[in-house]
């Protein structure tokens, strides 16, 4: 190991209290059994992407409001950042198969009574919605944690990056796919009959985790989950995620850096319709188009990144994904016709999936596997704080500027943010911080290896 590696090893003083918590090499799940794994989360994220499109579209048909419409979105995300300290908990002490069972069932349960209630109690459509939408949150909240938590206890460290890519394909795949089935199942099919669609697809993928309970219940967790979980162990636990990510210098760094990114995408979601119908005078379908070319990039970046990757280190790869962004940005600011805005907007959105790659592969490396999934829930939580604040900052200076304006003034700000970060993200130019990161120290590991 370098000089500097061993520097860096003492980020997280104390993290394991003095003692080898190292787990034993064992056997990871088998190539075969992962592929089925990450199509069936693949599958859910395609019940999401369903989920996106069936409840706003519900939502405005049932009260013509763009306010109530409003309230669902809201309705819908709250839930989310508020369980997701507990949702990291509860992953570090309950075996990921439950986990993803539990979430997967809850939310082909919650679908299909919506479904079911839209005809029995026409009267309370909205109210139904509002429920079904608070509930699609919190579970999804669970499943994402749990995503994240299960990936180190069963892929080696030497084929981490190659399992993101898979897994940041998948959802990449679904936001292309997604909106174009759900599309066409609502000119087929009255829009309540998705919310059935959507409780089968949360079917198939319980079923598809069931079948994989005998490799997914051999994982072995790092948790204290001897102690009873009660209100005061699940505050504890959120404590203890908090303390440590504030012991990882270089994971701080990089969450300051993907709330950057979250506010240029933000920015830019959020002034999309206005640009394109407004600015450039497209129709509406122009608009739909945008997401299809962000996700057709992001696509393209699946074969991309593990080659990357491997040419560069972790500082290098970070900085390279994050330019993508900011030019994307920059273009959206400054295009004068709607084809370089397009391209544009691709770019920005699209290579968000190489950004993604990266930080989720260092985090692996980085957080202390007893502390992993419960460190993960606060980092996402604070991740997500930005995308509200886009919508805040478009909001306040809509009036004043254009959205073009708006949008390249969120890359300057990044960039200005990201300067003051690089003291913390030059950490990451070695591959291993922590004396025990999430991932066993397999053969060929990085970490391990001192590369």
């Not at 979105?73 to 570090?92: H, K, Q, S, T």
């Not at 080659?307 to 004068?336: D, E, W």
Request: proline share 6%.
């Amino acid at each position: 190991m370098s000089h500097e590696a061993r520097e860096n090893t003492a980020e997280a003083p104390g993290e394991d209290g003095g003692s080898d918590t190292r787990t034993p090499p064992r056997a990871y799940m088998p190539g075969p059994q992962v592929a089925r794994f990450v199509g069936g989360r693949g599958l859910a994220a395609l019940g999401d992407q369903f989920l996106l499109f069936a409840i706003p579209l519900l939502a405005y048909k049932m009260t013509g409001s763009a306010s109530q419409t409003g309230l669902i979105f809201l309705v819908e995300w709250l839930p989310r950042v508020i369980f997701l300290p507990v949702a990291g908990v509860f992953a570090d002490r309950i075996r990921s198969y439950l986990l993803y069972i539990g979430s997967d069932f809850v939310r082909s349960g919650l679908a299909l009574t919506a479904f079911a209630l839209m005809f029995l109690v026409p009267d309370g459509k909205f109210l139904t919605l509002c429920v079904l939408a608070a509930g699609m949150s919190v579970a999804g909240a669970q499943s994402y944690v749990a995503l994240e938590a299960t990936l180190p206890r069963f892929v080696p460290m030497d084929q981490m990056v190659r399992a993101q890519s898979i897994i940041q394909g998948t959802e990449q795949t679904s936001e292309v796919i997604g909106p174009v089935l759900a599309a066409l199942l609502a000119s087929a099919l009255p829009t309540t009959s998705l919310l059935a669609v959507i409780g089968v697809v949360y079917g198939l993928t319980t079923l598809n985790t069931l079948t994989l309970r005998r490799w997914l219940r051999t994982e072995t967790l790092s948790g204290n989950t001897g102690e009873p979980t009660t209100v005061r162990s699940v505050a504890t636990g959120i404590g203890e995620g908090v303390t440590t990510l504030l012991k990882l210098p270089a994971i701080l760094g990089l969450v300051g850096l993907t709330m950057t990114v979250n506010l240029m995408v933000g920015v830019g979601m959020a002034t999309s319709a206005a640009t394109t119908v407004g600015v450039f005078h497209q129709p509406d379908k122009y608009y739909g188009a945008l997401s299809t070319g962000a996700g057709i990039v992001g696509i393209l970046t699946f074969f991309v990144v593990p080659k990357v990757t491997k040419r560069l280190n972790p500082f290098a790869a970070l900085m390279t994904s994050y330019s993508l962004i900011a030019l994307g940005g920059i273009g959206v600011g400054l295009a004068n016709t709607f084809t370089q805005y397009a391209l544009s907007y691709a770019v920005l959105l699209g290579t968000v999936g190489f950004f993604n790659v990266v930080i989720r592969t260092e985090r692996v490396r980085r957080i202390p596997r007893e502390h992993f999934a419960k460190t993960i829930a606060i980092i996402i939580l604070l991740n997500q704080l930005s995308l509200p604040a886009a919508g805040l900052l478009v909001t306040l200076f809509t009036t004043s500027f254009s959205p073009q304006s708006i949008a390249l003034g969120s890359v300057i700000g990044s960039v200005c943010a990201v300067a003051l970060l690089i003291p913390l993200l030059a950490r990451l130019r070695n591959y291993h911080a922590h004396p025990d990161p999430a991932p066993s120290h397999g053969q060929n590991d990085p970490a391990r290896d001192g590369n």
